[in-house]
DNA sequence: CGTCACATTGATGCCTCTCAAAGCTTGTGG
DNA sequence: CCACAAGCTTTGAGAGGCATCAATGTGACG
């Protein structure tokens, strides 16, 4: 799909990776987004009637279109539906804030810390689905980098780890009433 | 707010900033996401019964509010006006892929060449809005760090500097002149 | 049993953060 | 108009940490 081309609709992607990208005026290439499986994109296309960056497929990848009319005419004839977008992009712009708040975080370990605290269901085990070095990637870490952190949060007692479960030690003194405090 | 409590609503930031926090399962402490002028923010609320976080204020703050219970029935009754939110979420959505792409780039000067591409307008000139270290803190990076990038860049002639504006220098092969629309 | 991908650890270098100091700009008050 | 203060800008020196390159270990699968 190419940089001011008539927008068709909103994509799914179900697998393989996709890269969206601009040519700048001056001539130069930015990366405006990496689509991995699981995502919609260009839901701007609904609002737009082109599109503003190019889209390339990185590998073999398959999606899903939601023609731009059909798509359209449903969000305006069914309400529901419309609300169901609106909870999704809520949803991924949740998502999204969440991962940029983690790539704030520069320690390694730290980052990979919080990152498990976020999956944390209050078991404290996080069961890596895949591999660590997909996990590395999500983490916008090396996978070198990671295994390095790891070892180091155990090394510290902070986690623990048991073939590809990894569990996070409390660091909540025995004093279950604990207030937030905000002073940062 | 504090996590738990029924949701009341969607809020703007006129001014100020805040800091949106989770304690997890372990007794850790998680930024989710810091609130800047401008933004919306607890969208998620309208889906919710409960905030799963919690918000501090970091300075103070104005916020609007707009009642769950109002915004809901209005949303309800005029399509437009979901419409219109929903339009908003795309656009933030993709203002934060935006971001986070930016931050994948490591290099302080390839990612400061970048963020002047995404504000390229055509002209190639972006007239720094409020002070270099506030753009340095949007980019993520120290002022110093800042600073030093901006030498560089304008050492090895990708850019211009005059005073507060920073010029793009076209990288494209030697046109003496410098056309803001150039065609392939 | 060999191959391939993942997992792990080591050594090195570069780059950004941090701390520090000096120049520069702006506004305020005497 | 000048003096002073406060904040932005710029450059320097040093340190720490992640990326990179490299080598070895380990497990799955044919």
Redesign the pocket.
């Known amino acids: 799909m190419r940089q001011g081309e008539k927008s068709v609709g909103m994509f799914f992607l179900t697998s393989g990776r996709l890269r969206m990208q601009r040519v700048t005026p001056d001539g130069g290439m930015v990366t405006l987004h990496v689509v991995r499986p699981g995502e919609t994109f260009a839901e701007a296309s609904l609002f737009a009637d082109s599109y503003q960056c190019d889209i390339i497929a990185e590998s073999d990848a398959a999606v899903w279109l939601y023609p731009k009319v059909d798509l359209t005419r449903r969000l305006r004839e069914n309400p529901d539906s419309l609300w169901e977008l609106t909870s999704g992009l809520a949803r991924s712009l949740h998502g999204m804030r969440l991962r940029y708040e983690l790539k704030q975080i520069?320690?390694?370990?730290?980052?990979v810390l919080q990152y498990l605290r976020l999956r944390d269901d209050g078991t404290g085990v996080y069961h890596?689905s895949g591999?660590?070095?997909?996990?590395?990637t999500e983490l916008?870490?090396?996978?070198?980098?990671?295994?390095?952190?790891?070892?180091t949060l155990e090394r510290q007692k902070r986690i623990r780890?048991n073939g590809?479960d990894l569990q996070i030690m409390s660091n909540r003194r025995n004093d279950p009433f604990q207030t937030p405090d905000s002073a940062d």
């Open positions: 520069r320690s390694a370990p730290e980052r890596a591999t660590l070095k997909e996990m590395a916008g870490l090396t996978h070198e980098a990671l295994y390095r952190a790891l070892a780890r590809g």
